[in-house]
């Protein structure tokens, strides 16, 4: 699946992508750490995609991660 696809992901004067996975759901669920804010994720409510330069993941719920901008520790559950 490719996620520069969807929307809120990859550089807006792309139009140009193959659309094959119509019926997956959007990665439209923002992640954001509850110390600072900073965007950790995106989910659908199925998966959370993790995006760090040079790094890019899918994770499944439950899902733990050190905010990269205050050091918090995040937990997010599939709610």
């Avoid at 993790?50 to 709610?79: H, Q």
Wanted: proline letters at 8%; glycine letters at 12%; a positive charge.
């Amino acid at each position: 699946m490719n996620l520069n696809c969807k929307p809120g992901y990859g550089h807006p004067d792309k139009r140009n992508c193959q659309r094959a996975d119509v019926d997956a759901p959007a990665f439209t669920l923002e992640w954001r750490c509850q110390d600072c804010g900073k965007l950790l994720g995106k989910g659908n409510g199925f998966q959370m995609h993790i995006r760090r330069k040079p790094a890019e993941f899918l994770a499944s719920f439950p899902i733990t991660a050190k905010c990269p901008g205050c050091g918090g520790l995040n937990v997010m559950d599939k709610n």
